[in-house]
């Protein structure tokens, strides 16, 4: 069997740790912003431990990359295992309308408890968590275009800490996304990191990350890498052989006309995550 291992150092992961833990004091609600196409490999099981009791929100962001079909079954298990999710597509907005929806429905019980005890006018603080690559930045910069205003810093609060009021005001955003570093369970995870780019490419073999999806795509969804690189369908061959043929068809060839497979693997994985290669899920529910 082929396998991807990756360099890895898990001292990021303490150190991703405590930072959420401490700006996690002041938040209510939590985003985690999951990769549409790898939901389970870019969740983190450190964010459930830290968050407690806090109320949990799911994105599935890159979810126009992602395969639609299994994305909604996606969906539909965190809503079944009550956990409010939405999908969203940062980069272009598509799904902030909703999230905004989703957050404000998740307030309400915050709100009211609040009420209770006659806390009034206090607003309701989100953070974004999510590891790297994944989209927070994108997201944040959304929520930047439709604040009402920009809060400065307050008493309390952290100095230099920025806080986007959204939705009316009742939501704040903090401006700053937590960081969670990824966990490398197991291979078949280190793959869907790779592959998505989660991993900067220096960790890692491309040419055996390449070598993975194509065998993966060949498998699952032929169609769009065999149009891009003009591969005749079905495409029936060995890895080795889909990656020779796209060096040829990219011109990636050494002096005395033999193939570069590394180029090649760094095409077949740039294609991949710039959706090149078709709307792709490498996890299923
Ligand atoms: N196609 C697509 N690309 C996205 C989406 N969201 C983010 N990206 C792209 O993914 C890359 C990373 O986005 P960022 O917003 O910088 O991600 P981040 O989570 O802030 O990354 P770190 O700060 O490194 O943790 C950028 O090239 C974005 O343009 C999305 O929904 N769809
Ligand atoms: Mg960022």
Not at 74 to 101: F, I
Not at 253 to 272: I, N, P, Q, Y
Request: hydrophobic share 45%; net charge positive; with cysteine.
């Amino acid at each position: 069997m082929r396998e991807l291992s990756v360099q890895w150092f898990p001292g990021h992961m303490t150190k991703a740790k405590r930072m959420i833990a401490e700006e996690l004091k002041l938040i209510d609600i939590v985003i985690e912003m999951l990769d549409a196409r790898i939901p389970a490999a870019s969740s983190n099981p450190l964010l459930a431990e830290l968050i407690g009791g806090k109320t949990r929100v799911i994105v599935l962001n890159k979810s126009d990359l992602s395969d639609p079909a299994i994305t909604g079954e996606w969906l539909r298990y965190y809503t079944e295992n009550g956990l409010p999710a939405v999908l969203l597509d940062s980069v272009r907005g598509q799904g902030v309308k909703k999230l905004t929806e989703v957050l404000k429905q998740a307030a309400a019980p915050i709100s009211s408890k609040w009420l209770a005890r006659g806390v009034k006018n206090k607003s309701i603080r989100v953070m974004i968590a999510g590891i790297p690559n994944v989209g927070k930045s994108s997201l944040i910069n959304r929520f930047l275009k439709s604040a009402k205003a920009q809060t400065a810093d307050r008493p309390g609060v952290t100095k230099g800490k920025q806080w986007l009021k959204v939705a009316g005001g009742n939501l704040e955003i903090l401006d700053t996304p937590g960081i969670l570093w990824p966990k490398f369970d197991n291979s078949r995870v280190a793959f869907a990191l790779a592959a998505t780019g989660a991993i900067k490419d220096a960790a890692f073999d491309v040419e055996q990350a390449a070598l993975l999806l194509l065998e993966f795509l060949r498998d699952k969804y032929p169609d769009g890498f065999a149009c891009r690189y003009k591969l005749p369908l079905p495409v029936l061959s060995a890895a080795e052989d889909i990656l020779a043929a796209v060096a040829r068809q990219k011109g990636c060839l050494r002096s005395g006309g033999t193939v570069d497979l590394e180029a090649a693997a760094k095409h077949v994985l740039t294609d991949f995550r710039a959706g090149l290669l078709g709307r792709v899920s490498l996890e299923a529910v």
